[in-house]
């Protein structure tokens, strides 16, 4: 197949010289509307071909070379076995999850959590470098280690997603992949079309074409709150105000989510997570860097409101995030299409997952200097405008509701597993040891 499709002149001007010669030679109408039969004829059976193939399994990236995200490589026997394995559920009624940003925080958690509990699992990640990738493939290592294969790729490629749902009838998508950071939108925005509109049509195209329709919950974020005044933030309020390029790529994802829903039935969750925190976090998170900037000695900025009024956020702890992400599973409805086919209402959520207790980030770095035991060199500047809020509080009483979504965890017990998770992972990462 692929050989046949690699026969095929990749530039169409090299159509043009035979095309005159033949128009030229057929002089007569009649001729030339065969002439235009056959070649829609030989076009659409060329089209047929090219959306029925998926990349064969014994050649994988050969007849990809000429694409943007030609470097990951999947397909094969092998490959696909290793993706049926990891995707076999162990309990009774348990799902078949396919995680994208697997190898990410929070994709990572959760993967981890579905499988101990018996579900199958298959993570999906770019491992870009939007921070260290060595943080990614360390948590990819310690997932393999507990049977879940996270494959290398983007949700971008729709070839790599249809070949995965070919492989395996996934129930449920965790759909966890996205650019993140609020203030790096500034320097790549394009990043974030990609990734959270771009990506996640993609994604959302593959699903509702695949049979059967898996159900998705997906992590919008508490960012879409923009400039809202009114706290604590309900799923009500108005979220037409964002602050920064991310926070309105992801409204844009909740609008779109939406579409989805509507016209092709798929049941959809929508999550805004509340600043999670926790051992295997983001590097790119104040907690995260102001932890290693603290032990390095190097100052740190805490940025205040006007009126040195103080910056907040409502800390989540990564495990109270898990079991929102769980709950949110165990309570999506099945999609009610097939095949790209409505044939009803599905159900569409958009829950808060907050720790409902917003903390002074001040006051963060004073919990940071206690578990740490050294004091802070703290540089206090005015808040750039540069997307950051001033302060977000969850009302999570929907999710408490629906999903019996209840956190646990204080920042300061939260922060004290961090610290402990980081101080061990530094020690570790110098000496070079394995996962
Ligand atoms: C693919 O890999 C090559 C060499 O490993 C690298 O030079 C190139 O930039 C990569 N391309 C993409 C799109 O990542
Ligand atoms: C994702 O898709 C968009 C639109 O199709 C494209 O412009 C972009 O380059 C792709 N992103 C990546 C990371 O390849
Ligand atoms: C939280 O949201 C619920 C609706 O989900 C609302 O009834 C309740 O009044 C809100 N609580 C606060 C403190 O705003």
């Known amino acids: 197949m692929s050989q046949h499709m690699d026969n095929i002149p990749s530039t169409p001007g090299k159509f043009k010289s035979d095309k005159y010669h033949y128009i030229h030679r057929f002089r007569s109408h009649s001729s030339l509307a065969k002439l235009i039969l056959w070649s829609l004829f030989f076009f659409s059976v060329i089209c047929f071909f090219f959306l029925l193939s998926p990349t064969s399994p014994t050649s994988p990236p050969a007849d990809r070379s000429r694409r943007v995200l030609a470097n990951y490589t999947w397909g094969g026997p092998e490959w696909e076995k290793k993706v049926r394995q990891s995707a076999r559920v162990r309990s009774d009624h348990g799902h078949t999850v396919l995680v994208t940003g697997g190898a990410g925080f929070v994709g990572s958690h959760v993967s981890a959590a579905l499988k101990r509990r018996g579900d199958g699992v298959i993570g999906l990640d770019n491992f870009n470098n939007y921070y260290d990738p060595e943080l990614k493939r360390h948590r990819r290592d310690l997932l393999e ?233 703290r540089r206090v500047l005015p808040m750039p405008r540069n997307g950051d809020v001033q302060y977000t509080h969850a009302n999570i009483s929907l999710a408490q509701r629906e999903l019996g979504y209840k956190p646990t965890t204080d920042l300061e017990s939260g922060l004290k597993k961090f610290v402990r998770w980081y101080i061990t992972y530094q020690s570790k990462s110098k000496k070079k040891s394995s996962w």
């Open 145 to 377: 280690r507990a049977g879940v294969f996270v494959v290398e790729g983007d949700i971008n490629d729709s070839e790599l997603l249809r070949k995965l749902f070919d492989v395996v009838a996934f129930t449920h998508v965790m759909h966890l992949a996205a650019q993140a950071g609020v203030r790096y939108a500034m320097q790549n925005p394009k990043s974030y079309v990609n990734s959270n509109i771009a990506g996640l049509v993609n994604l959302l195209e593959v699903c509702k074409s695949a049979d059967p329709q898996p159900a998705i919950v997906w992590a919008s974020s508490s960012s879409v709150y923009g400039l809202n005044s009114k706290v604590p933030f309900s799923e009500k309020d108005r979220t037409d105000r964002p602050a920064s390029l991310y926070a309105a790529t992801k409204k844009a994802g909740e609008a779109i989510a939406h579409t989805y829903n509507h016209i092709y039935g798929l049941s959809i969750t929508g999550l805004r997570f509340f600043t999670v925190y926790g051992p295997w976090g983001r590097p790119d998170m104040a907690y995260f860097f102001f932890t290693r900037d603290i032990l390095t000695g190097k100052p740190i900025t805490i940025f205040e409101g006007p009126d040195h009024g103080s910056v907040a956020r409502d800390f989540t702890y990564i495990d109270d995030i898990v079991k929102g992400c769980l709950a949110s599973l165990d309570t999506a409805k099945k999609s009610t299409g097939t095949g790209g086919k409505k044939k009803g209402a599905a159900q569409f959520r958009i829950f808060n997952l907050g720790n409902t207790s917003p903390v002074d980030v001040s006051k963060l770095v004073s919990i940071l200097e206690k578990l740490l035991k050294v004091k802070a060199k």
